[in-house]
């Protein structure tokens, strides 16, 4: 069973800075993905950030310039450093990990509330 822990999250003022966290169980071996996507209250589940094997990483437009995703390939983990945040960019983050055979995981959320 593949675990994703997530960390960080939580209340920032406009303009601030947060970064998150995802550790997971499972083999760099059959990771073909690792990233982020966030779901505000009434909208759907939309890509934030996403690392693939091939090196390439993806970013939403919104976001693109402020948040930054990187990848510690020694601890199998993923963060998000996101700066200049804004109250749009409220949502609960989720952690996501797709393998080479087309499973996806997820993480259980972190809210993060942009506000003042």
């Known amino acids: 069973q593949v675990q994703l822990v997530e960390s960080g999250g939580g209340l920032v003022q406009p303009g601030g800075s947060l970064r998150l966290g995802c550790a997971t169980s499972a083999s760099i071996l059959s990771i073909n993905s690792m990233g982020w996507y966030r779901q505000a209250p009434g909208a759907q589940r939309e890509m934030v950030a996403v690392?693939?094997?091939?090196?390439?990483?993806n970013y939403a437009d919104s976001v693109k310039g402020r948040f930054t995703i990187s990848r510690d390939n020694a601890k199998n983990t993923v963060h998000l450093q996101m700066n200049s945040l804004k109250p749009e960019d409220t949502a609960v983050y989720y952690c996501?990990?797709?393998?080479?055979?087309?499973?996806?995981?997820w993480g259980q959320g972190t809210q993060v509330t942009v506000s003042s």
């Open positions: 690392w693939s094997r091939d090196g390439i990483t």
């Open positions: 996501n990990v797709a393998s080479l055979f087309g499973r996806q995981y």
